[in-house]
């Protein structure tokens, strides 16, 4: 048979108390430090979570205003060239316009300067050509004779053309 000492059965009861109190006294703490260490972490992962999802959001953000200026560039781009071209093409216009009158103006002058040319020249022809009749006739006839005669030749000159 087995014998029971009493040894045995105060070993088994100061184990017992023994179990009790570090159930008290260890264990509980010790498992409440766990959960408080176990909530935290996961407290720090729904945490970092909600800083992933933001950090998300603000990157969408930033794409979309990043986009929205890009379009806003292009179209202050486009819209400069825009300016530009009118501004090319009235500065062009201007300019024909300029040469035109400037073409006009120098056409008007010569044509002037022709008319006076022709005049001076037909003015001293005519001079020539009294001189050339007063000595081929020996005298000199009335200032209208004279002018009826030039006439007469300038008539005859510009048939000839």
Same mark, same amino acid.
């Given at each position: 048979?087995?014998?029971?000492?009493?040894?045995?059965?105060?070993?088994?009861?100061?184990?017992?108390?023994?179990? =009790?109190? &570090?159930?008290?006294?260890?264990? /509980?703490? =010790?498992?409440?430090?766990? +959960?408080?260490?176990?909530?935290?972490?996961?407290?720090?992962?729904?945490? #970092?979570?909600?800083?992933?999802?933001?950090?998300?959001? &603000?990157?969408?953000?930033?794409?979309?205003? &990043?986009?929205?200026?890009?379009?806003?560039?292009?179209?202050? =781009?486009? +819209?400069? /060239?825009?300016?530009?071209?009118?501004?090319?093409?009235?500065?062009?216009?201007?300019?024909?316009?300029?040469?035109?009158?400037?073409?006009?103006?120098?056409?008007?002058?010569? +044509?002037?300067?022709?008319?006076?040319?022709?005049?001076?020249?037909?003015?001293?022809?005519?001079?020539? #050509?009294?001189?050339?009749?007063?000595? &081929?006739?020996?005298?000199? =006839?009335?200032?209208?004779?004279?002018?009826?005669?030039?006439?007469?030749?300038?008539?005859? #000159?510009?048939?000839?053309?």
């Amino acid at each position: 048979m087995i014998h029971i000492d009493s040894n045995i059965i105060w070993t088994v009861v100061n184990l017992l108390i023994l179990f =009790v109190l &570090l159930r008290i006294f260890l264990f /509980k703490p =010790v498992l409440g430090m766990i +959960e408080k260490r176990r909530n935290m972490i996961q407290s720090s992962l729904d945490e #970092a979570d909600q800083k992933n999802a933001d950090a998300a959001n &603000l990157k969408q953000q930033y794409e979309s205003s &990043l986009k929205d200026a890009k379009q806003e560039s292009f179209q202050i =781009v486009s +819209e400069a /060239k825009g300016r530009a071209q009118a501004q090319y093409d009235q500065i062009i216009d201007k300019a024909n316009e300029d040469a035109s009158q400037i073409i006009k103006q120098a056409n008007a002058t010569a +044509e002037a300067d022709r008319e006076k040319i022709l005049k001076d020249a037909r003015a001293e022809l005519a001079d020539v #050509a009294l001189a050339a009749a007063s000595k &081929l006739l020996g005298t000199t =006839v009335d200032a209208e004779t004279n002018k009826a005669m030039l006439d007469a030749f300038l008539a005859e #000159a510009g048939d000839v053309k």
